[in-house]
């Protein structure tokens, strides 16, 4: 319950936090992962930098047809976006399935996004968007795609000194529908399995099919056969099940508890079947 | 003048709203956590991350040099400290010695090494970490059928069967009646492991005044008078030097119906320091280091006829026990025994018991403690008996019921069924859900390939617990009423109420007897320097067995204060009643306030009367009570996923009077919620090594508010001649009608398959997978 | 380090070492001892306490980060001796039993209604997601919600 001591520091400026990262202190967003892990003394930073104080880090904005979503906005805020709701729904649908309100209401997605936790929500539809994330250290500024991003559980394209500055997704164009289907953990509320799905029809027929996978395995994925296998489609319920059959194909399925590998693998293609579905219905 | 004393309204069997919610509403309520003393050190304890080590050596010398820590104590320093006891008996019993910190040896993870006492608490938690101990680790075992196995480790070296006890009881002639039989169903079914997650979790302050040899006890408690006995005896205390509070306590749930190691480890430290101490058990030391409850394998066998009269039941138990007896451990078990009948007539049974030690923290009383292991047992097996005589599960209950006309119903396992009316509940239950609809509309379902059940489960439960020849300690209750010489009541219960809120119902059986307002009665509990010695709360005792030494402490009172008004109004022909005594002849009356006065004043008393108002009355029962039920469920299952969504709930509990039905209401849908808990989500998983994989909320799921359907609960009255109220009790029904109800629900749904039985808890992918290999 | 909260109303200034988290801040610096800890994950909720008009668990935050703030804590709710509508109504509908969860649970249920004035049973009941009772099975509680925004309507 207690945590072990450690230094803190509340910058004002995301310059002074990234030199703070730089001399080797670990940063805290929202707290939601870290300050448990803290309390059970699983983790013992030395010198924690709040970002949370950060104002130029908390923002949903529209640019060049792309959305940008500042690291410490917070699960509630992109739940609740006006803007993410009409724009990119499966970002703010997916926000309100992570956690509860309390928890939504101070984790924020860089957080969640940089501790890459295997069963956390926001990379399904992070892949799914083809997102991208900016990270910033002291001396770097880099762009990386969130395919490339997830390196493993709890492992991403992060260098110690840099953090998440935001998350890039784009405005979805006409026609397209979304959706996230989770199956949720009785007892933490993490996705044993959670499916973001994007459909795009134009003409009647489908021309854009993206599946993002989180839960499943060590790292969240974009299941890009099951994604070609419905392209070109009409979208029968035959033709969704036959790309769903396809998401968890060659997948090293984790195994727990609450769920083995196969059971697992199974309810990937289920809620990617109902992901595609829902997300078909939505395309009207 | 006293008119504002004097009360038409009676309360009994009305929706009163609780007198004890301002405070805890407000946030102004006092538990354990939140008593502050000056000068209180904080006390964190060191446990085992093993299962079963000898320790080698444990080296304190950092620990004790750390910031603000004023001692380190360990097995050495306490082994002095009388061991946990163990208050339950049974013969031929292996009662290991249980000290309250480990000395050469750890039993399970969790187990208490050391004591870290500093003037902070992070301190404390700080220096903990510097406790170094040299563990010798050892082969551990955590399954009980494993642990029985030939070879397995032997928890306790000197008892290398890993066997406590056996127990057998038997009834009538059971292998007549299974030669008799048509045809024998057998199931084997477990009764997993769960924790009771009070929210509470566990805490105590202890406070020695050396100079007065006194020695204050808060601790989250449902029995403070038991836990002052028993931690004096372990601390060598005078009794009445020792003074147990039970503030408010955030939920027991059985898990504390006990004495514990820290209890009296609190106690130690405070007189070696002469300070205040404070231990507040962590939610991660609660799962580790609380009582767990159920813990049961179970092998039935039932003996019937072609028409589906039952004939016998054998039950075969193996009971996991964890490394230890705590206060009431081995006798949970013989609870399923007794009640393993049912509500059904058969008279020939035969048990066996067999207490298996494990590397695992000890199983308890946890809501229902052996009933709901018995219920799931029998309901499950008439539920078996009916798919294999294909008859309809209502109609194989009400042919075996115990008929209405047959109480008082002695049974095969030695009770005596108080009153009964079982078809009643059942048949309510069946009208609200509608029932016959329903299965029409399991046919269509099933023809469209859904999976839709109907289960049905009808309980029996004894409560009241008990005669003090049934229990460990003394089955009474005690009661003390004080009317004060301004007429205001101030009721003292030995029961020790947790949230059940007998602070109300003994407000409304004093005011409704006294003829005063609830606002003029004031119920304490849970001090044992304020309150005669009493039992506790635990069994669904408090009302049927506390209320009713309330009840005859206030017909003492009454007859005084008629004497009183006779005196004053000189009359020997009076009534008291609305909170006045009249006299029949002229109609004029004495305030129960002008009364009170006289009696304290006493510048006159009626003859052979004392002065004052005050009556203490211990209540004996003469009988358990025997609260019974019938729950439904509809379950609707996603063949996909394997998930059980309970469609509909229907609860018809007969419980005898009511005295707060909004109350009793609470009682249900709370027992229900830890009943479908344990049907459905929750079980403590240990691994082949003894380790607690299920050690947080992040890994063992309790249900939350989303996760609960909405409750339709009704009930059925048949009162319990065993107490002048007829109350019979509520508190653990919800959780003993609950669990089979929804596995039998599940298994009908299932059934087209050819499932006969799940075990607990339904899991999605156990039923996924009976799906995907029965397609 | 320095702190300076608003807690229901009233401006507090302390020097707290960083790694106290609030709870322990509001319980034993400030002594309010209203909000309970019920776990160490973030998922009982009974430490709920409102940060700036949000639900948070302040079991889950560090007192070092409410710097600035404005915390209301179940103490807060009541004014001038009168209970609020929300409190009123768990304790019209027995939504709590042993108390321990109640102040956490009174605080999500306030979100609730401050997000959603006249919420469906659902959302109710998912609102309250990351609050643990052991004691009511909910429908009590869920009933007093409802109570509350029937009451708030009037």
Redesign the interface.
């Known amino acids: 319950m207690i945590p072990q001591k450690f230094e803190y520091t509340a910058p004002k400026t995301l310059d002074e936090a990234l030199l703070l990262l730089a001399a080797g202190a670990k940063p805290l967003a929202g707290g939601m992962s870290l300050i448990p892990m803290m309390k059970l003394r699983l983790a013992a930073p030395e010198h924690l930098v709040d970002l949370g104080k950060l104002k130029d880090l908390n923002y949903i904005r529209e640019t060049d047809g792309t959305l940008h979503i500042g690291a410490t906005t917070t699960h509630a805020e992109i739940e609740s976006s006006p803007i993410l709701r009409k724009k990119c729904p499966l970002l703010a649908e997916t926000a309100a399935a992570i956690g509860d309100v309390q928890v939504r209401n101070m984790g924020t997605i860089g957080g969640s996004v940089a501790h890459a936790d295997p069963a956390a929500d926001y990379p399904a539809a992070l892949q799914a968007l083809e997102a991208k994330l900016a990270l910033k250290g002291a001396k770097s500024d880099r762009i990386v795609a969130a395919a490339d991003f997830f390196v493993d559980a709890f492992t991403t394209a992060l260098q110690p000194n840099e953090i998440i500055r935001e998350v890039i997704v784009p405005v979805e164009a006409a026609g397209t529908g979304t959706s996230y289907q989770k199956m949720f953990h009785p007892a933490s509320g993490f996705a044993i399995v959670g499916i973001a799905a994007r459909v795009r029809k134009k003409a009647g027929n489908i021309a854009l099919v993206r599946i993002g996978v989180t839960g499943l395995s060590n790292r969240p994925y974009r299941a890009a056969t099951a994604e070609k296998a419905l392209e070109g489609k009409l979208g029968s319920a035959t033709e969704i099940q036959n790309a769903a059959a396809l998401v968890a194909k060659g997948v090293d399925a984790n195994s727990d508890l609450h769920a083995s590998a196969e059971y697992r693998r199974h309810l990937a293609v289920v809620h990617a079947a109902r992901a595609l579905m829902t997300a078909l219905a939505r395309t009207a | 003048m006293a008119t504002t004393m004097t009360q038409t309204e009676t309360f009994v069997g009305k929706r009163v709203r609780r007198r004890e919610d301002p405070r805890l509403i407000t946030g102004t309520a006092t538990y354990v956590e939140d008593i502050q003393m000056p000068g209180m050190h904080y006390a964190v304890i060191v446990r085992s991350p093993h299962a079963a080590a000898r320790i080698r050596s444990i080296k304190t010398k950092q620990a004790e040099a750390a910031p603000g820590v004023v001692a380190v104590y360990t097995g050495k320093d306490t082994e002095r400290v009388g061991p946990v006891p163990c208050g339950a008996s049974l013969p031929g019993l292996r009662v290991p010695h249980h000290h309250v910190l480990a000395t050469d040896r750890v039993y399970f993870v969790g187990h208490p090494v050391a004591v870290v006492v500093a003037t902070d608490r992070y301190l404390a938690r700080d220096a903990a970490d510097l406790v170094e101990v040299d563990y010798d680790v050892l082969p551990a075992v955590a399954d009980p059928e494993k642990a029985l196995a030939k070879g397995a480790p032997a928890v306790h070296p000197e008892w290398p069967d890993n066997t406590a006890f056996t127990f057998h009881q038997e009834g009538g002639d059971v292998d007549k009646a299974f030669a008799e039989a048509d045809l024998v169903v057998k199931q084997r079914m477990t009764s997993q492991r769960l924790i009771p997650m009070a929210l509470e979790t566990r805490g105590v302050v202890a406070e020695w005044r050396g100079a007065d040899r006194q020695l204050n006890l808060y601790t989250s408690t449902q029995i403070p008078h038991l836990v002052r006995t028993l931690v004096a005896q372990m601390l060598s205390l005078e009794e009445n030097r020792m003074r147990v509070v039970t503030p408010e306590v955030g939920g027991g749930f059985g898990s504390k119906l006990n004495v514990y190691a820290e209890e009296a480890l609190m106690g130690f430290v405070a007189m070696k320091i002469n300070k205040p101490v404070k231990w507040i058990e962590s939610r991660r030391e609660n799962f580790l280091c609380t009582i767990h409850g159920r813990g049961h394998v179970d092998y039935y066998e039932v003996a019937a006829k072609r028409d589906g009269t039952i004939l016998g039941i054998k039950l075969k138990i193996i009971q996991d026990l964890g490394a230890y007896h705590q206060l009431l451990t081995p006798a949970i078990p013989t609870l399923s025994v007794l009640m393993m009948p049912g509500l059904y007539k058969t008279k020939n049974v035969r048990a066996d018991i067999v207490g298996v030690f494990t590397n695992c923290m000890p199983t308890d009383a946890y809501r229902g403690a052996g009933r709901p292991e018995a219920t799931h047992g029998i309901e499950r097996m008439v539920d078996l008996l009916a798919d294999e005589l294909k008859m309809d599960p209502a109609e194989i209950r009400l042919k075996n019921f115990v008929g209405k006309d047959e109480f008082p119903y002695a049974t095969a396992t030695g009770l005596m069924y108080d009153s009964g009316d079982y078809a009643a509940p059942l048949k309510k239950a069946l009208e609200i859900v509608g029932y016959q609809k329903l299965r029409q509309e399991q046919i269509e379902a099933r023809k469209q390939g859904k999976w839709m059940g109907i289960g049905i489960s009808t309980y029996g439960e004894i409560c009241a617990i008990g005669p003090s020849p049934a229990t460990p300690a003394g089955g009474w209750e005690s009661a003390t009423v004080k009317i004060e010489p301004s007429g205001k009541v101030t009721v003292m219960t030995g029961a020790c109420p947790h949230g059940q809120g007998e602070e109300t119902t003994f407000a409304q059986i004093t005011a409704d007897e006294l003829g005063v307002g609830l606002d003029d009665v004031l119920v304490i509990r849970g001090d044992t320097a304020i309150v005669q010695y009493g039992i506790g709360t635990f069994g669904s005792r408090a009302t049927a067995i506390g209320g009713t030494a309330l009840y005859f402490a206030l017909q003492d009172l009454k007859a005084k204060i008629k004497k009183f008004g006779a005196m004053l109004l000189e009359s020997e022909d009076v009534t008291f009643s609305a909170g006045q005594v009249t006299c029949n002849r002229t109609g004029k009356s004495k305030s129960l306030q002008e009364i009170a006065g006289a009696s304290y004043r006493a510048l006159k008393l009626p003859p052979e009367t004392e002065p004052g108002l005050l009556a203490t009355r211990f209540w004996e029962p003469p009988n358990f009570t025997f609260p019974f039920g019938a729950h439904i469920v509809v379950s609707d299952i996603d063949g996909e996923t394997g998930q059980i969504k309970i469609r509909r709930y229907v609860a018809v509990d007969d419980c005898g009077n009511m005295i707060n039905p909004l109350l009793v209401d609470g009682q249900v849908h709370g027992g229900v919620a830890q009943g479908l808990g344990q049907a459905l989500w929750e079980q403590v998983v240990y691994d082949d090594n003894g380790q607690l994989v299920t050690g947080e909320l992040m890994d063992y799921a309790v249900p939350r508010a989303h996760m609960m359907p909405w409750i339709e609960n009704d009930h059925t009255t048949t009162p319990s001649p065993v107490n002048p109220l007829g109350v019979k009790g509520v508190g653990e029904a919800g959780t003993i009608g609950c669990s089979p109800a929804v596995v039998n629900s599940v298994v009908d749904a299932l059934s087209p398959l050819g499932v006969r039985h799940i075990d607990m808890p339904l899991t999605p992918e156990k039923i996924w997978k009976l799906i995907a290999g029965g397609n | 380090?320095k702190i300076r909260v608003t807690i229901n109303g009233k401006s507090y200034s302390h020097d707290v070492?960083?790694?106290?988290?609030l709870i322990h801040y509001l319980?034993e610096v400030v002594g309010?001892?209203?909000?309970?800890?019920?776990?160490?994950?973030?998922?009982?909720?009974?430490c709920?306490v409102e940060?700036n008009g949000?639900?948070?668990?302040s079991?889950?935050?560090?007192a070092?980060?409410a710097?600035g703030a404005s915390v209301v804590?179940?103490?807060g709710?009541?004014t001038d001796g009168k209970?609020h509508p929300v409190?009123e109504a768990?304790?019209?509908e027995?939504g709590?039993?042993?108390?321990?969860?109640?102040?956490g649970m009174?605080m999500?249920s306030k979100?609730?209604l401050d997000r959603t004035p006249k919420p469906t049973?659902?959302e109710?009941?998912?609102?309250?997601?990351?609050?643990?009772?052991?004691?009511?099975?909910?429908?009590?509680?869920?009933n007093a919600v409802k109570a509350a925004a029937a009451g708030a309507g009037k």
């Not at chain 3, 079991?59 to 560090?62: N, P």
């Open positions: 380090m070492e960083p790694r106290l988290l319980r309010l001892t209203g909000s309970h800890v019920g776990c160490e994950t973030s998922l009982c909720g009974a709920t940060l949000k639900a948070v668990k079991c889950t935050m560090f070092v980060q710097d804590t179940v103490e709710l009541a209970l409190q768990f304790w019209n027995h709590l039993q042993c108390g321990f969860c109640t102040p009174i999500a979100q609730i049973e659902e109710i009941r998912h609102g309250l997601e990351g609050n643990v009772c052991r004691c009511t099975g909910y429908q009590h509680i869920v």
